[in-house]
């Protein structure tokens, strides 16, 4: 069964304070890897996509890193406007279809 | 208006009603999604439209019933809802249903409860 994990599922930063969030995946056929930022009674908001191993991808304070098991979303120096809810996506060759995770809340405090 | 919008943000329906979710995307894209995002869960696949002809139903309950009229407009019709069924329920675009470089292109979403 295709399935998409994150963690921590929860993340307190203070500002400045750079960390990682982690997505690990056991699916049949990557096709490819999504980032998506929610904010609080919003919808997701693309961020990135990779699409193989050693791919990296960056924009502004985040930088998106794929290895054949897992990604890691990192954010440098974050602010308090970095607070909210980082999901992962992968996309399963075949199907095609867009696997979920579950989410990481993150807060940065000021 | 720009972008993908649901209407309505917020709505409270009884087990017996009938409502209809309104989303309308403003970006030229050929296909359209629904979600159902619950606490906790990750977000699910409920139906994929590809120019206006539904390509996906992911085992979704008959009390459910989307509609396609064109390519810029979607629905969501709800009947006999369950309170289980309380949760946001988000409509995506896309350039193309299928394919590896497609990113989805949300609304805010429409926050239901069931009584």
Redesign the interface.
Known sequence: EDQ?TQSPEALRLQEGESSSLNCSYTVSGL??L?WYRQDP??????LF?L?SAGEEKEKERLKATLTKKESFLHITAPKPEDSATY?C?V?VGGS????????TKLTVNP | ETG?TQTPRHLVMGMTNKKSLKCEQHLGHNAMYWYKQSA????E?MFVYSLEERV?NNSVPSRFSPECPNSSHLFLHLHTLQPEDSALY???SSQF?????????????TQLSVL
């Open positions: 998409v096709r490819g999504f009674g919003k919808g997701p908001e693309f996509t699409y999901l996506a996309q095609e279809k867009l696997v979920f995770g579950k989410g | 993908v906790k869960k990750p977000l696949l996906e988000l409509c995506a249903p299928r394919g590896p470089r497609e990113k989805l292109f949300f609304g805010s979403g």
